[in-house]
């Protein structure tokens, strides 16, 4: 595996489309975006169609039912999510998702709302990539939008942005065969020359973020950086951030409407049931998944996985094999294949 200065790990792409059915499957498989998904309804169904190339991971996502997505953004990139097609209420941290406006972020923290039948494009573009292709004024007006978490300009330029997403992601036949390097490098050349006129387009961005959103960024780019085997707790947050107790508490209130110990209580929650959805083991107990995620009182475990994902373990368990299968790849292990 090999690399250059601007971050690629590939040269050849990658295409393809997935149904997910499971809440922590989806998680598993937006890897590198460290998210949890928390369903409106015990119901899931998501779409997605995705393109990475050696720069860039591009999916598009349609969702049946509501969802709340909870997390952080991958650090070596920079974040947009288009919108195609907006049904309800939803937002991007504090922000409205709207057709004039971009959700954007250079990473850190993460909170979507997105309503039922909601489809929208994510691009995820290297930093390194971008910053050598914009110019200096370019790159402040991308940091002024990052403070703001978004991108505002006319609704026609955004959907001119995302029928474009779209269709590269229609042309799997293109990707899908030998020679396409000088295409590759093209489409990755269009993707740069659409956010410089996107961004050049928009209007200025908001003032500096208050305090408390930049330490909940340096907790959560800590966190997404962190194995997830490795125990955290919320002193390790507050460590990270490098703020008091009382102000990263805050910060979670504000922006994830949950304190810390809540979001790494579902954290853990999630990763008993991907323990659940995706281990080989016929014979994985559920007690076994409990305790590995450090589920000690198997009782009130019980008691807050019935809660929060409206079923049992135990009925996870039986109906694994009607969700996706326990084999499919995250987007970052797809990259990790050629690049």
């Not at 998210?35 to 899931?44: E, H, M, N």
């Not at 969702?63 to 947009?80: D, W």
């Not at 269709?167 to 020679?179: G, K």
Request: hydrophobic share 40%; charged share 20%; with cysteine.
């Amino acid at each position: 595996m090999t690399s250059n200065s601007a971050g690629a790990r590939n040269s050849e792409p990658i295409a393809g489309r997935v149904t997910i059915s499971d809440p922590s499957l989806h998680e598993n498989f937006l890897q590198p975006v460290d998210v949890i998904c928390q369903a409106a309804s015990r119901l899931y169904h998501t779409r997605l169609q995705y393109l990475l190339t050696p720069h860039c991971i591009i999916y598009k996502e349609a969702f049946q039912f509501g969802v709340t997505a909870t997390g952080a953004l991958p650090a070596p990139y920079y974040a947009l999510c288009i919108p195609l097609h907006l049904t309800g209420d939803a937002s991007f941290g504090k922000q409205r998702f709207a057709v004039n406006t971009i959700a954007f972020s250079d990473a850190g923290a993460l909170h979507a709302v997105i309503a039922p039948g909601q489809e929208h494009v994510t691009l995820l573009i290297h930093k390194s990539f971008a910053r050598n292709r914009l110019s200096d004024s370019e790159l402040l007006q991308l940091k002024r939008c990052a403070q703001s978490r978004q991108i505002t300009t006319s609704s026609e330029t955004i959907a001119a942005f995302g029928a474009w997403l779209s269709r590269l992601l229609q042309c799997c036949q293109v990707w899908h065969t030998n020679n396409t390097q000088v295409a590759l490098r093209q489409a990755e050349d269009d993707m740069v020359s659409w956010l410089s006129f996107v961004i050049n387009q928009a209007g200025p961005g908001c003032p500096p973020p208050a305090k408390r959103i930049t330490a909940l960024s340096r907790a959560m780019n800590w966190l997404n950086a962190t194995d997830t085997n490795v125990h955290i707790s919320t002193h390790d947050l507050h460590r990270a951030a490098a703020v008091s107790q009382r102000t990263l508490e805050r910060a979670f209130v504000e922006n994830f409407q949950q304190t810390a110990r809540e979001f790494l209580l579902k954290r853990r929650l999630h990763n008993v049931r991907r323990l659940l959805l995706e281990n080989e083991k016929d014979t994985l107990l559920v007690k076994e998944a409990a305790i590995t995620c450090g589920f000690y009182d198997l009782g009130r475990f019980s008691q807050y996985y019935k809660r929060f994902f409206r079923e049992t373990p135990s009925q996870t368990l039986a109906r694994r094999a009607t969700s996706l299968s326990p084999d499919a790849p995250s987007l970052h292990a797809l990259q990790q294949t050629t690049y």
